[in-house]
């Protein structure tokens, strides 16, 4: 069992591709919002501006950051997060 500073870390193995699941071809129309809107999140600070994102009950910081940087990545930019007072903030570089 691996552990890092008292947190068990999640198992890891190999496995042969045709033993694993197949990669999902098609994403859902609420994915797609979802991908959609955070894109328009990451396009809206200009230079000078940061952006803010606070959580709704159903969300986590974590997933707003991860959301960010995603979508950062699919327009071709970097985003640089990080939390404070509750809410994700974010530049665009």
Do not use: C
């Not at 197949?22 to 230079?47: F, I, N, W």
């Amino acid at each position: 069992m691996n552990h890092v500073w008292g947190t068990r870390l999640a198992q890891f193995a190999v496995v042969d591709r045709t033993k694993a699941p197949p990669l999902p071809t098609k994403r859902s129309a609420t994915l797609q919002k979802q991908m959609s809107q955070y894109e328009t999140y990451v396009r809206a600070p200009r230079k000078g501006q940061a952006g803010r994102l606070v959580p709704t009950e159903a969300e986590t910081l974590h997933a707003i950051s991860l959301r960010v940087g995603r979508a950062a990545a699919r327009l071709g930019v970097t985003a640089e997060t990080w939390v404070a007072d509750g809410a994700v903030y974010f530049i665009v570089r």
